[in-house]
């Protein structure tokens, strides 16, 4: 071989890069077979490299190092030693090893269950992204979104995750709840869609490992309607193949996921049903990750890549040698054998000491020499196998032989496979036992965290701590083992930490250590490692207006002279606060002070103080600002509230925000009577609260569970339906008005004299099968269609048939009223509602629904029954769910008992 060679990172000198061209490449061809890599540090080299023949180079890189990334165009690329990974944010993501060639999209997504699912997707929202990279070990990309929707507050995280010799790129999708509802269910799903492996659609096939055999099914196929579970499938991969170009993207997933840290088996689903919107079918994959509560957070893992098959194809005669993929400290071996007789087949690694070969049945020996490793089972004729090669222990220039060995007894080989570099075994550093000293601190303190440190077969480079402060951000603190540090020494590392002037979490999320040669390794304690950062300053007060010195009967509507008493609940983060001062400042509508009372602590260590006020026969009817004030040594803190005072005669019409939804609402008072209106428009209750003074009854109409006021406030009109105001004004505003009117403005929709009624009908007459053992929270719903088409109907009661074998008597059940969502139950169409059903099978149970003014109008419906207690077993529970089996039609009939709505058999 010629002495010109090129060196990784060598620089050409421009006056004689030509002639070095010339004798590299068209003197010896030889030399262009084994040029394998070359990186380019100068143009005009690249330049004239440019006019060569394109088979001559085997790739050109202008990246300055084996790890690292670059964005451009919105698409972040990273890479190690290994391959290059394009993700493209355009348009969703796109993922791929081929720059500019994407293969599909990838949609990840979150469903939360509360009474109903929720879903949050990484194609709406807003995301953040950054990148980060040693240039050494790894490269990471991390994207996040904050949803504020439905009174529920998720933080999704998106992290693709990368590191030297890794031959795929490590997904890691995390979803914590940041707000206060608990999920008692949740799902992460992930969506492979327009799918089109090597950028075509044609010859696209779906291959899964099933338990008796891998399966391979076509993805265009109209009628293609498969789902598998983790019974079903003996790994938890798929793969995504064009036949016809050997090409194929491969998704693995994680056995468990990981909530607050604590491992948990994770069950799965997968869903590949085709729908004529895509050419080939969707591959939907749904990882059950399970409770969700309050400030919690799931994580789990998958693995990812799009690559040429193999990329280790060869025949059995000739053969061609398979090239080693190294991971880590483990080599795997891949190679694809065809015979015309379509025999089985194993492919056999031998060490290079090996002296002869003999091949019976199947099985492989190695004579004076060892196997290195063979193929677990005999693969068919013209189908990928491999076998994997722990190389610990091992050092050096190491080389392989590989054949195949078929089933008939006939052997093809040997070949000599070489290593694609020295195997060193590599012992890396180690970081475990992340802890903290507090769990709670005063603000400003300081804290220690420490973490213990394994040395491997280099010297330590660097430990650090990551933590995220009470105010939300991140820091890296470097670790000591000096000794004195927060009780560090030898081998353990520690750092003394400000936890800053916030109050809130402060969290040690990962301890990190790196060594001279760039092992890196990681501990993630969180969210076991938090600190609750505190001050004895008040932070919350709840304060109330009550009408009785017993403190019992809340009120915001007054009368001159009455005795105002007034309560304040204060507290911090830790407890109760026993030590403030409280005023209440009282301000009129124009912000004058008008008084200022104290309230007085009512003892030990509760967080309640008390006081009153009496208004005075001079003070002028308005509406009054209560404030609120309490303070001590270490901080201060206010809340305002409202109410009102009436003269005690004529007409007082204003407006108040009566039920704290940020909306006024309008208020007509006289001696008599206080009415309010609900200042939300376009609804079909106007009234939302009664009083009778004289008779000191109040009524919150939204609220009534008494049937014979049941509908007060609604707008009837007579033949007409959807009634519902728009707008809401006073005549005029003000106290002691002689007379008041409120105008409203009101839509309604007209309709015919003496509507038809019909009654629709899922029953046979006979109950089929009792469902025992359920728990709170399932669900069983039957769907309704009209013969009508005329549009929009309304539907007026509902008749529910449980069984009771064990007279257990009344129950309290929640019924839901959905939409339909292509077959199943969709949204509630009006608030769930609790019903106590009395009469059981084989009696009905009739429930009125008259009232919700519930109008379908188009479609179908479902009615669905929610279980508020679990029913115990046939022998001693009860009531149970029912149905009419093969007699009732199966679409109509569906139960969610947690995992989503499925028909019942």
Not at 112 to 127: A, F, M, R, S
Not at 225 to 252: G, M, V, Y
Not at 894 to 901: K, L
Request: one cysteine or more; glycine letters at 6%; hydrophobic letters at 30%.
């Amino acid at each position: 071989m010629s002495e010109d060679r090129f060196l990784v990172g060598e620089y050409v000198d421009d006056s004689n890069s030509r002639d070095l061209i010339d004798s590299f490449y068209g003197k010896n061809n030889s030399i262009t077979e084994n040029l394998e890599y070359f990186v380019i540090n100068d143009f005009y080299l690249l330049n004239s490299i440019g006019v060569l023949n394109s088979g001559m180079v085997k790739s050109f890189s202008l990246k300055e190092s084996e790890i690292g990334y670059e964005y451009a165009n919105n698409t972040y690329n990273l890479w190690n030693n290994y391959d290059d990974y394009y993700i493209n944010l355009t348009e969703g993501i796109q993922a791929t090893n081929h720059e500019g060639q994407y293969w599909g999209y990838t949609k990840y997504c979150v469903n939360l269950k509360t009474t109903e699912w929720y879903q949050y997707c990484t194609d709406v929202g807003e995301w953040e992204w950054s990148a980060i990279t040693d240039n050494e070990t790894y490269t990471t990309l991390k994207g996040s979104s904050i949803i504020n929707e439905s009174g529920n507050e998720i933080k999704f995280t998106l992290e693709y995750y990368l590191k030297m010799n890794w031959s795929e790129i490590l997904i890691t999708p995390t979803v914590t709840n940041l707000g206060n509802t608990n999920y008692f269910n949740s799902e992460i799903i992930i969506t492979n869609y327009d799918i089109r492996i090597n950028t075509t659609y044609e010859n696209d096939v779906l291959e899964i490992p099933l338990v008796l055999e891998s399966n391979t099914y076509n993805l265009s196929d109209s009628e293609l309607s498969l789902f598998f579970d983790q019974d079903n499938l003996t790994e938890r991969k798929f793969e995504l193949w064009d036949i016809s170009e050997q090409q194929f993207a491969r998704t693995r997933w994680n056995e468990s996921y990981f909530m607050n840290g604590q491992e948990s088996s994770m069950d799965y689903t997968l869903n590949i049903t085709h729908i004529s919107e895509w050419y080939n079918a969707p591959v939907i994959l749904t990882l059950k990750t399970g409770i969700l509560n309050k400030q919690n957070q799931i994580i789990t893992n998958l693995w990812w890549i799009d690559a040429k098959a193999g990329p280790n194809t060869f025949d059995s005669d000739p053969y061609e040698v398979p090239d080693p993929i190294n991971v880590e400290n483990t080599i795997t071996f891949y190679g694809t054998a065809t015979s015309a007789e379509s025999y089985t087949y194993r492919l056999t690694i031998c060490d290079s000491s090996t002296t002869d070969y003999d091949c019976s049945s199947g099985v492989g020996t190695c004579t004076g020499g060892s196997k290195i490793c063979e193929s677990a089972s005999l693969a068919a004729s013209g189908t990928q196998t491999s076998c994997t090669h722990d190389t610990t222990g091992e050092s050096g220039d190491v080389s392989w032989i590989a054949y195949t060995c078929n089933s008939n007894s006939n052997l093809a080989g040997p070949n000599s496979v070489e290593s694609p570099y020295n195997v060193i075994t590599i012992i890396q550093p180690k970081t475990n036992n992340t802890s903290v000293n507090e769990t709670q601190i005063y603000i400003n303190n300081t804290i220690c965290v420490n973490h213990t440190i394994t040395i491997g077969n280099y010297p330590i480079n660097n430990t650090w701590i990551e933590i995220t402060y009470s105010n939300g951000t991140s820091a890296n603190i470097s670790t000591s083992n000096s000794t004195g540090v927060c009780g560090a020494g030898e081998n353990v590392y520690g750092s003394e930490i400000d936890v800053g002037p916030t109050t809130g979490i402060f969290t040690v999320n990962t301890s990190w250590v790196n060594d001279s040669q760039g092992n890196i390794d990681y501990d993630d304690p969180y969210p076991n490692q938090k600190v609750i950062v505190y001050s004895y300053a008040p932070d919350n007060i709840i304060s109330r207006i009550y009408k009785d010195e017993s403190y019992l009967d809340v009120d915001i509507f007054f009368t001159k002279t009455e005795i105002i008493y007034l309560k304040a609940n204060i507290t911090n983060s830790i407890g109760n606060i026993t030590d403030a001062n409280v005023t209440v400042e009282i301000f009129n509508s124009t912000l004058d002070l008008i008084d200022t009372i104290n309230l007085t602590h009512i003892g030990g260590s509760s967080s309640i103080y008390y006081g009153n006020w009496t208004s005075q026969i001079t003070d002028i009817p308005d509406i009054y600002t209560i404030k609120v004030n309490a303070t001590n040594s270490y901080g201060s803190l206010s809340e305002n509230t409202t109410l009102h005072l009436y003269s005690g005669l004529n007409i007082s019409g204003y407006k108040l925000d009566y039920d704290n939804d940020n909306i006024q609402e309008y208020i007509i008072e006289n001696e008599n009577l206080i009415v309010i209106y609900n200042g939300t428009i376009n609804r079909t209750h106007p009234i939302i609260y009664f009083e009778n003074k004289n008779l000191n009854e109040s009524y919150n109409i939204s609220q009534l569970s008494d049937n014979t006021l049941f509908g007060l406030g609604d707008i009837i009109i007579e033949n007409m339906m959807d009634v519902k105001y728009t707008s809401l004004s006073f005549s005029q505003e003000g106290e002691n008005l002689d007379n008041i009117s409120l105008e409203m403005v009101i839509e309604s929709q007209y309709v015919e004299n003496n509507p038809t009624e019909e009654t629709i009908q899922n029953d046979d007459g006979g109950a089929s099968t009792l469902y025992p053992d359920r728990f709170v929270g399932d669900i069983i719903a039957s769907k309704f269609t009209a013969s009508t088409t005329n549009y929009p109907y309304k539907i007026m009661s509902t008749d529910i048939q449980l069984y009771d074998s064990n007279a257990i008597g009344a129950t309290v059940y929640t019924i839901h009223i959905y939409d339909d969502n292509g077959g199943v139950p969709g949204n509630d169409l009006i608030d769930p509602f609790n019903v106590t059903i009395t009469s059981f099978y084989t009696n009905w149970y009739t429930v009125d629904l008259s009232s919700y003014n519930i109008e379908i109008t188009s479609g179908n419906f479902w009615i669905g029954v929610e279980l508020t207690e679990d029913t115990g077993n046939d022998a001693t529970g009860g009531p149970f769910f029912l149905d009419d089996g093969s007699a009732s039609v199966p679409s109509n009939s569906y139960f969610d008992f947690g995992s989503g709505w499925e028909v019942q058999a």
